[in-house]
């Protein structure tokens, strides 16, 4: 277990393996007139389905040499030779065989899994192949514990419903099952439940926990903390949403990078993206989002962050927005997140605009206060404080210096959806305004201030004259 760091050994009794391979016979299938190509390394415990499940139905299994498997055009050739209908793989396996131009054809079987299924993936693989499963389990409860076929235009891509002997629950931190449609920690109970980290006492007693919901006639058993989110649907599917250890607290917001992820990669520009925090500061913490977009299209940040705004709130939008080739990836096919380019400050990460250029006294200040905050030199008057990657935090301060600088009060909502020229049309208005009521006013007084914006105008004006 762990595609990372030092892999960590679990002991798996041969009841569980048993029990897999006997769901898998059913779902997703094997017949004994299938054959299967092998293309995992045996350091990855999906092999185990690779390996055995043909022998247990009589099918054919079909051995890759280590290039064969990482080769895209000659892993191609390998299943063309010997006519292979099925194949387990990681998504990176998948889209090498795809970039080598294999077509497949209506009796193939394709089970994918190891790392979250993109939907541009799904969408590439389903007219290649009779049929698209998406697989989900962690190895300790013996390979896979949920399966579900991806069918065209179902929308969001599912982890479906467990295998056989197999529940699975969503709990909240207190370990109580969470409302259908609300994220919790998927924890899986049943017979593919392993025995444990070899020689890690310790970690075994944190993540292997007593089942609180077997009844009376399995005495002793237990369940496995997978740490990753996930969440029932109201179909009873489920819906995996990254990692729990993904899941960041931003300005007293509990967010889930997986969800972001979920719903921009719905986007037709969006070939893959990752969500990640970053920070400048402890207290300047921001969403930055790394988008590989579709041959031919580009980053867009304005169009994906109103993509967003459709389905979620405005602090679960990125703020940094991120151009890159290719997502890296493990030996193991997962998305290697330690080895994104790296973001000096969130400034440096965004991509100047065209925009007409600050002219008015108004403007210039707003533009002397944003880079101060933002860090950002390119500001035009069509950008927008959000977009430039302020947050909420940002938008008091900037209301707090404007009114220290300017003597203008204005609501933080202006930051959230005007423009800095129309901002600072709303400061010219101010202006106007005190102008107005200096000349039509008698002189300011202790008994003519009034509580206010009129009478904060009459007192700071007051005191200029002074």
């Known amino acids: 277990s762990g595609s990372t760091g030092k892999p960590k050994g679990v002991c798996v009794p041969q009841r569980a393996v048993i029990n897999f391979l006997e769901s898998m016979r059913t779902t997703p299938g094997l017949a004994a007139s299938s054959r299967l190509a092998a293309v995992t390394t045996l350091s990855f415990d999906i092999a185990v389905l690779e390996l055995l499940l043909p022998l247990v139905v009589g099918a054919d299994l079909v051995l890759a040499g280590r290039d064969e498997a990482s080769d895209g055009v000659a892993l191609r050739a390998l299943l063309e030779r010997h006519k292979v209908d099925t194949m387990q793989a990681t998504p990176s396996t998948w889209r090498l065989l795809l970039e080598s131009g294999w077509r497949g054809g209506p009796q193939w079987t394709a089970l994918c899994g190891g790392e979250a299924l993109p939907v541009d993936l799904a969408e590439a693989l389903l007219p290649r192949v009779g049929a698209l499963w998406n697989m989900y389990g962690p190895t300790e409860t013996t390979v ?11 929308g969001d891509i599912v982890i479906g419903r467990p ?6 629950h969503v709990l909240d931190e207190a370990g109580a099952p969470v409302p259908i449609g609300v994220a919790g920690e998927l924890v899986i109970a049943g017979a593919g439940v392993t025995l444990g980290y070899h020689k890690r006492d310790q970690l075994t007693a944190e993540k292997f926990i007593a089942d609180a919901f077997a009844d009376a006639t399995t005495p002793g058993a237990r369940m496995y903390r997978t740490g990753d989110l996930g969440r029932w649907r109201s179909d009873g599917q489920l819906q995996h949403l990254g990692r729990l250890d993904q899941q960041i607290k931003l300005r007293g917001y509990r ?13 037709p520009d969006v070939a893959q993206v990752v969500v990640v925090a970053t920070a400048r500061s402890s207290e300047d913490a921001t969403l930055a989002a790394y988008v590989v977009p579709r041959a031919g299209a580009g980053v ?3 169009a994906l962050r109103a993509h967003l705004r459709g389905e979620l709130p405005d602090y679960m939008l990125p703020t940094a ?20 380019p790296p973001i000096a400050s969130v400034a440096a990460a965004i991509k100047p605009r065209l925009s007409q250029d600050p002219s008015t006294p108004s403007e210039r200040l707003l533009v002397e206060v ?36 300017g003597g203008v009060d204005l609501s933080p909502r202006s930051f959230v959806f005007q423009t800095l020229g129309q901002i600072a049309a709303e400061c010219d208005a101010q202006s106007g305004q005190a102008a107005s009521a200096d000349a039509l006013s008698p002189p300011a007084t202790e008994t003519m201030a009034s509580p206010g914006l009129f009478g904060r105008l009459l007192s700071r004006l007051g005191k200029r004259r002074a």
Request: proline residues 3%; contains cysteine.
């Open 321 to 340: 927005w991120i151009e890159i080739a290719q997502v890296p990836m493990t030996p193991n096919g997962k998305v290697d997140r330690k080895a994104l």
């Open 144 to 154: 896979w514990s949920t399966c579900a076929q991806i069918k065209p235009g179902q």
């Open 370 to 405: 944003w880079r101060e905050l933002l860090g950002v030199q390119a500001i035009g008057v069509e950008d927008n404080f959000l977009d430039l990657g302020g947050h909420s935090l940002l938008i008091m301060r900037a209301v707090a210096m404007l009114h220290a600088r």
């Open 163 to 168: 295998i056989a002997n197999t529940r699975v």
């Open 255 to 267: 967010i889930e990078t997986g969800e972001i992820e979920s719903v921009l990669a719905r986007h």
């Open 300 to 302: 867009d940040s304005a």
